[in-house]
């Protein structure tokens, strides 16, 4: 267990919906990441956080967006689902931006 | 272009078969290397870190080692639960924070 949570597991919605991934980071971490892995790609990164700023993004789509909250924790809004976004997205989080990155456990999202 | 190349992708091992999955990078200014476990549809697990050339760490039947080119993560006498797909990630500055650039995994079966 990383210490990293990611609610919820599951989703399975239809194309054109609208979702919210949520994370929370290992106590006393300050940055959050969001990554994308797909079937025929590798982990992409999307988007950081730290400590409710946006740091630096990634391969992150117009349709998605991202936020940190006072308390850290940290949601991914997808928005305009296509098929081509079905994939397990992964939040991972450091104390220092120079620190291991800790994995949480993924939410797999399934768009019909 | 910050890159890295797994190799090989799949790997099948009988239990005890020694092997080595290698990670070779092309990265400008590389501030660390890191090899992650990731189980089937779990999110990837920190193994190791390495952050200059001749540095080895080792954990049970893992063993890594970091060249200025390349890593190399080497399995002793594996067992059938060291199957799993091993990432290897580069960590390079990017603006006013790091990044974590993954390659694709070596997927690893190790049979009984």
């Known amino acids: 267990d990383s210490g990293v949570t990611q609610t919820p597991k599951h989703l399975i919605t239809a194309t054109g919906q609208r979702v919210t991934l949520r994370c929370s980071p290992r106590?006393?971490?300050?940055?959050v990441y969001w990554y994308q892995q797909s079937l025929d790609q590798g982990l992409q990164f999307l988007i950081q956080y730290y400590n409710g700023e946006e740091r630096a993004k990634g391969n992150i789509l117009e349709r998605f967006s991202a936020q940190q909250f006072p308390d850290l924790h940290s949601e991914l809004n997808l928005s305009s689902l296509e098929l081509g976004d079905s994939a397990l997205y992964f939040c991972?989080?450091?104390?220092?931006?120079?620190?291991?990155?800790?994995f949480g456990p993924g939410t797999r999202l399934t768009v019909l | 272009e910050d890159q890295v190349t797994q190799s090989p992708e799949a790997l099948r091992l009988q239990e005890g078969e020694s092997s080595s999955l290698n990670c070779s990078y092309t990265?400008?200014?590389?501030?660390?290397l890191f090899w992650y476990r990731q189980d089937p549809g779990k999110g990837p697990e920190f193994l190791f870190t390495?952050?200059?050339a001749g540095e080895e760490k080792e954990k049970e039947r893992l063993k890594a080692t970091l060249t200025k080119k390349e890593s190399f993560l080497h399995i002793t006498a594996p067992k059938p639960e060291d199957s799993a797909t091993y990432l290897c990630?580069?960590?390079?500055?990017?603006?006013?924070?790091?990044?974590?650039?993954f390659g694709t995994g070596t997927r690893l079966q190790v049979f009984p």
């Open positions: 990630a580069v960590q390079a500055r990017s603006g006013n924070t790091d990044k974590l650039i």
């Open positions: 390495l952050y200059s």
């Open positions: 990265v400008s200014g590389l501030r660390g």
């Open positions: 106590s006393g971490d300050l940055s």
């Open positions: 991972a989080s450091n104390a220092l931006v120079t620190d291991t990155q800790y």
